[in-house]
């Protein structure tokens, strides 16, 4: 594939808070219909990629190109126009659901801005007609879709916040996905689950990959997860990129093994 | 005496102890003037601060009793209280008997309480306990609806009931439109009562300066007062939530302000008077009409009455309250409503959502706003008359209270709250003086032992499945 | 120039007043991230327990002023320091990790509680103070116009600068200091490393409103009359200032008060005193939108 495909193009990215360089100089490209994973040792700088990426930080050095129906300048953008136009969706370390609204609520919330345009800016939707009742009704089918495939229907009227915490992640992805994404940010989405959750989690994500045809781009600890369904790594640590490419020829890199591993010489020799 | 004793006698009296040191010179010496030259000189009250502190040493004792679930010591206590208060005893001041009486009862009540939780909670979890609740739910509204729009043609309909009526309905009102700010938006607005002025004086000056109508001037009040919104708003919408409160307590102040300084277009603090009252369909509700003009006793061929203004306005304000009740509630299960209440919930999540956050909240502010205009213009056709003294930052503070104490969201809270907050002191005149205190009070119990209000249950704005019916799960 | 000499010492007197309350504002802000908005009442029931003293001090008949003056003072800090220390026991400790506009919205509560109940006990009428300090120093006169500073103005100043240089020592150099400064980086760690969180704060409240009683004494002894209603605006005033020097600052306190009484003096003596407020409320509002982290405030960086 050539460089002008890859979905998402990280050039010489750079994130300094004051004196702290959290992110020095990164490059990487993730393509579509792939799952790309950042992995690193803790205080790697992942979540600050994607900080960057989703426009919660400002780089302060470094290019984000994005090209989903046309091509956009993500370092450029505000906050919430790369989540709207750009169609970048995320999900978070420490899930942030809207704990007091109900499931259904919450994906139909993901789903805001094609909702709007639908209510003519709730001018339709409140003289009641009829052509925001079909949008309406069609955003419900996609959310109902959507909780089959992580199983929750039964759980549509609940408060989110009173699901368990396996289930508040794959919610959390689902909304995410209503946003009709081109690329999904996946911030440690195994975090905290269970072995057979993290078998489900990994079904899901291959099947938003090979179903749905969106590209990945994922951070993660779990190395297990990372090794069985990525496409393509890229390794972090103290906020440069030490190494990238197929699982299997990440796994054996030096460098990484001496980031993950040794903690002096004798840890890298060892 | 055992060491548990001991530990609760000593809390007791360090509450005492403290609530002796804040009453010791607020309290205990009361400054009143003595002629011009002399300045002040005392009232000493050192003997009535004695008795409430002995009251709180007791009512505390009690208190801890009844959480430590000695159930039959803290009645005990409670019940002497109780009897001191409602004795014929000589306290030094009827306030004294109050103050002891209201303790005793606060001990009775807290000791009686985990009873009377685990009864209700038992009733509410029987069947037909369910089918009342849903029951109830379902009607309370309409039943509190219903008894609203007949009010006026029942005997109860005197002078001062309607007035009341409509002092009420517009605090409905006002609460109503700020809850869309506050409860379902989550932005606290201390300045909404500057909203509220822009709406009275756009009809004050429109209807003094070039003759307008109300009905002609009501839309137009809501406008201006939404674009002050906007305009406001824009700016300020970005800041957290406590900054917020700050910088539109600021804006309440400055358009307050404004119109007191700004004499050649408001009149300064003496206000505009001559108001013209609504009317309807070109009938004024007047003894005798101005030239040109009929009066309703006219139009409608009965004789004149004063009440009939009144319940006309009663019923302007039961209509505009009604419509932005439906308003809020229609918006509320639209896509804008429900932004708003995941920006209350999450505001980083809305951004990664794609959500424009200052977009989101700045037509909630502008929606609030222009609520408050149109009652705004209303209250000056009732009042025929507006000054700055009306606007003053503690209408914005009861306004707010009404929102909190009835459940930030809830819309059927907001009514029992201002009825709660606005009738009661008025229907026991006595009580007005303690009024604000019980306000701020009731603010600070409110956030404590509920913070979602009287009313904390939220109904979902869309569903998956049918609601449960009474017995199912 | 004589008379823009005089506004100044007026300025920085009033400028004085204003930081000792910020101080309070910036150390709560700073510990528990709320805007204490009781503050102005405990500023007020400083005030009045102030003026109480005073009278108090005349049945006695402790003549001299510097012993009356000094024994109000101790006497208004510790008996105000009650006042902060149980309005934070009773409205905030309750609700810490209660949703976030919950502190704020008691802390409204209590300041119109605090109001009214000073209003019941005392009457709503002024109390006029009399005068306890008279006379002064005439630094120079020009264009007709004798530059003043009263005796008045340089006890305001005076004590101003002492408190704060005390207050400063505390921070940065007793154990107390520290455990507030810990608490304030991360309470949960702070705890967990055995600082006695509940007591620091509750300590933090108590320095806060002691200050605030030494501006209430000073206003009541400037100003010569006070009512139940003065905290609502000097209230309003002193966390313009606190945000204008930072808030979380405590030398930004002080800037900010300064300024903020060089912004209304100035304000009232060159352009129209109707609009003081206004001009300090548009400070307000123009500080928070544009730079609010004030002046000497630390960026926050925003956790995702």
Redesign the interface.
């Known amino acids: 594939m050539t460089a002008d495909q890859a979905l998402i193009d990280v050039e010489h990215l750079t994130m300094r808070?004051g004196g702290l360089v959290a992110i020095d100089d990164v490059s990487f490209k993730a393509q579509p219909r792939q799952i790309t994973a950042i992995i690193g040792p803790n205080g790697a700088g992942k979540?600050t990629v994607f900080?960057c990426i989703?426009?919660?930080y400002k780089p302060t050095i470094g290019r984000l190109t994005l090209r989903g129906d046309r091509e956009y300048l993500l370092e450029r953008m505000l906050?919430?126009?790369?989540?709207?136009?750009a169609?970048v969706?995320?999900t978070?370390q420490n899930i942030?659901?809207?704990?007091?609204?109900?499931v259904?609520?919450n994906l139909?919330?993901?789903?805001?801005?094609k909702?709007?345009r639908a209510?003519g800016?709730?001018v339709f939707?409140?003289l009641g007609l009829n052509r925001?009742r079909v949008a309406?009704a069609a955003a419900?089918e996609k959310?109902?879709g959507w909780?089959e495939r992580i199983d929750l229907?039964v759980d549509?009227?609940r408060p989110a916040g009173e699901l368990p915490y396996g289930a508040q992640r794959r919610l959390e992805i689902a909304?995410?996905m209503c946003?009709e994404p081109c690329l999904l940010c996946l911030d440690e989405p195994a975090a905290g689950l269970n072995p057979r959750e993290s078998a489900e989690l990994n079904e899901l994500l291959v099947s938003i990959r090979d179903r749905d045809g969106i590209g990945v781009l994922l951070i993660e600890h779990d190395m297990s997860v990372v090794m069985r369904i990525s496409d393509h790594v890229v390794v972090l640590d103290y906020g440069r990129k030490i190494a990238e490419g197929v699982p299997d020829d990440v796994r054996r890199d030096p460098a990484v093994i001496h980031a993950y591993l040794g903690t002096g010489e004798e840890g890298a020799d060892a | 005496m055992t060491p548990r004793l001991f530990s609760l006698l000593k809390d007791a009296a360090l509450t005492a102890f403290v609530a002796a040191a804040l009453g010791l010179f607020i309290v205990g010496f009361r400054t009143v003037d003595v002629g011009s030259t002399k300045g002040l000189a005392f009232d000493y009250e050192l003997v009535d601060l004695a008795v409430a502190v002995v009251a709180i040493f007791v009512g505390r004792l009690g208190l801890s009793f009844a959480s430590d679930g000695q159930r039959w010591p803290a009645l005990v206590l409670g019940a002497v209280l109780g009897a001191v208060g409602a004795a014929p005893v000589r306290l030094p001041s009827t306030f004294l008997h109050w103050f002891v009486g209201l303790a005793g009862l606060l001990v009775i009540g807290r000791s009686l309480w985990p009873s009377a939780e685990r009864a209700f909670g038992q009733a509410r979890q029987s069947p037909q306990g369910r089918k009342l609740g849903v029951v109830g739910a379902r009607w309370l509204a309409w039943v509190l609806l219903a008894a609203a729009v007949i009010l006026p043609i029942t005997p109860l309909a005197d002078q001062k009931t309607m007035d009341l009526g409509v002092l009420i309905l517009t605090y409905v009102m006002l609460g109503w439109g700020l809850n869309i700010v506050v409860g379902l938006a989550g932005l606290l607005d201390l300045g909404y009562v500057a909203f509220y002025a822009v709406g009275a004086y756009s009809y004050a000056l429109l209807s003094t300066q070039w003759g307008l109508g109300f009905w002609a001037v009501l839309p137009l009040a809501g406008a201006f007062a939404a674009t002050f919104g906007l305009v406001l708003g824009f700016p300020v919408l970005r800041l957290r939530g406590d900054y917020l409160a700050i910088v539109t307590l600021g804006f309440g102040e400055i358009i307050r302000l404004v119109l007191i300084n700004w004499v050649d277009l408001t009149n300064g603090p003496a206000g505009i008077g001559g108001i013209p009252g609504p009317t309807l369909f070109g009938a004024v509700f007047a003894e005798n009409a101005p030239p040109g003009q009929k009066t309703f006793a006219e139009m409608m061929g009965v004789p004149f009455d004063g009440t009939q203004r009144l319940i006309f306005l009663y019923y302007i304000i039961l209509g505009l309250a009604l419509i932005t009740n439906l308003f809020a509630l229609r918006l509320r299960r639209l896509p804008v409503g429900r932004a708003w209440e995941a920006l209350r919930e999450d505001e980083i999540a809305c951004r990664a959502l794609g959500i424009n956050p200052t977009n989101t909240k700045l037509t909630a502010f502008a929606i609030g706003a222009m609520l408050a205009g149109f009652a705004g213009s209303f209250f000056a056709a009732k009042q025929r008359f507006v000054s700055p003294e009306s606007f003053v930052f503690i209408e914005s503070a009861i306004i707010l209270a009404i929102v909190v104490l009835g459940g930030m969201g809830s819309q059927i809270g907001v009514v029992l709250a201002a009825v709660l907050l606005i009738g009661l002191p008025e229907w026991f005149r006595e009580l007005g003086t303690y009024r604000m205190l019980a306000f701020g009070l009731a603010m600070v119990l409110i956030m404590i032992f509920r913070p979602r209000g009287l009313i904390a249950h939220r109904a979902p704005s869309l569903r998956l499945h049918e609601k449960p019916s009474g017995g199912g799960g | 120039m004589a008379y823009f000499s005089q506004q100044l010492i007026n300025a920085i007197t009033l400028g004085a007043v204003y930081g000792l309350i910020a101080i309070g504002y910036t150390m709560v802000y700073g510990i528990i991230g709320m805007i204490n908005f009781a503050h102005g009442e405990i500023f007020m029931i400083g005030a009045f327990i102030s003026l109480i003293g005073f009278i108090i001090c005349g049945l006695l008949g402790i003549g001299s002023a510097p012993v009356a003056i000094l024994l109000v003072l101790l006497m208004a800090m510790a008996f105000t320091a009650v006042y902060g220390w149980a309005v934070e026991r009773v409205a905030y400790r309750p609700l810490r990790g209660s949703f976030r506009l919950a502190p704020l919205i008691s802390a409204i509560g209590m300041s119109i509680s605090l109001q009214n109940y000073v209003q019941l006990t005392q009457g709503a009428r002024p109390k006029p103070g009399g005068q306890i300090v008279s006379g002064g120093y005439n630094l120079f006169s020009a264009d007709g116009f004798d530059v003043r500073v009263t005796w008045l103005q340089i006890i305001i100043v005076v004590v101003t600068v002492v408190l704060m240089a005390g207050f400063t020592w505390v921070i940065s150099r007793t154990p107390l200091g520290r455990q507030q400064r810990a608490c304030e980086q991360d309470m949960k760690m702070a705890a967990l490393l055995g600082v006695n969180v509940d007591r620091t704060i509750s300590l933090t409240f108590v320095m806060g409103a002691t200050l605030a009683a030494v501006a209430g004494m000073l206003f009541l002894m400037y100003y010569g009359v006070i009512d139940f209603f003065i905290g609502f605006l000097a209230g309003i005033k002193a966390f313009t200032a606190a945000v204008l020097g930072g808030i979380g600052s405590l030398p930004g306190a002080m800037l900010g008060g300064l300024l903020i009484g060089l912004i209304e003096v100035f304000w009232a003596g060159y352009f129209s005193s109707e609009y003081k407020d206004v001009a300090v409320f548009g400070i307000l509002v123009l500080v928070l939108i544009f730079r609010p982290t004030g002046l000497l405030g630390k960026p926050e960086i925003e956790k995702v």
Do not use: C, K, W
């Open positions: 808070f979540t900080n989703t426009g919660f906050g919430h126009e790369i989540g709207q136009q169609r969706a995320r978070f942030r659901l809207f704990p007091g609204m109900t259904l609520e139909m919330v993901a789903q805001h801005n909702l709007m209510s800016m709730s939707g409140l925001y309406e419900v959310a109902r909780l229907v549509a009227d909304r995410a946003t």
